[in-house]
């Protein structure tokens, strides 16, 4: 949401109501996406004592399952809602991506076809955490989808498709018992390293395009990027040192900073500039 919106802001086209409103609907399908993910990975087995992650509501018995399922249904209800207001800025055809993105938060573990127990989580999460984050932020405002915002949108999809790395790096034996088939399971711990280099690679190749393309301040996007590349690095060096649970625990926490981390690098430029 930052991202795009600081791309909107470059072009003269901020718009603050339209740009709350995607931090609202994202926020929301964010929060039912892990309500589904609770019920549905109890209800399917993947959580049970043996998980070595944080405590799961369901699975530990704070919450009961009817309660949970009901909750997801009401926060993804909500963010419909907050999502209809959006069709001010953009059409019918924001309606379809908002119905795709809250159907594909309940299927990553619900449904006939979980996503998650197929090995599609990393791409799902690539489109829709990424690409359509971004583009429909800066779309709503702008008016039009730029070049700029789609590499945008592929960098900031790269990188949360390492959070999601880094969590089922650390559940891949207990996924294997639940039959959870994540990329992880299927292709081994030397593919998930060199798929997390890979994300990191796209992210900074991203921010170096955009720089020269955008003709950004090399005072502001050399450092940004020096710092970016030195924090994915180490990154990369912790994923393949770790060797128990809680490493990956607190790796997980780092990986996800980072993300927020180089949003606010990356906007900062484009906003500065």
Known sequence: M??????????????????????????????????????????????????????????????????????????????????????????????????????????YTGGPFPLGYHGLGDVFVFIFFGLVAVTVTFFVQAGHVSIEAWMAGAAIGALATNILLVNNYRDAETDVKAGKRTLVVRFGKSF???????????????????????????????????????????????LSRAQTPAELITLLGVVGRYVALYALLLSACLVLS
């Not at 109890?42 to 399922?69: H, N, Q």
């Not at 909750?71 to 908002?98: H, I, N």
């Not at 395009?209 to 090399?218: C, F, K, N, S, V």
């Open 192 to 238: 998930a390293r060199a798929q997390f280099a890979l994300a990191h690679g796209v992210a900074l190749a991203m921010m170096l395009e955009l720089a020269e393309r955008l003709a950004l301040r090399p005072m502001l996007t050399v450092p940004a990027g020096l710092l970016a590349a030195a924090l994915a690095v180490w990154q990369m060096q912790r």
């Open 2 to 107: 930052i991202v795009g919106s600081a791309l909107a802001w470059r072009e003269h086209a901020f718009k603050a109501p339209a740009a709350l409103a995607c931090l609202g609907f994202a926020l929301l399908v964010q929060i039912g996406a892990n309500f589904a993910n609770d019920y549905y990975d109890f209800i399917k087995g993947a959580d049970t004592a043996e998980r070595v992650g944080p405590r799961r509501a369901v699975a530990s018995g704070l919450v009961a399952p009817a309660v949970m399922r009901t909750a997801m249904w009401l926060v993804f209800a909500l963010a419909f809602a907050v999502g209809l207001t959006l069709l001010r800025y953009g059409g019918w055809p924001l309606l379809v991506v908002g119905v795709v993105s809250i159907v594909s938060g309940l299927a």
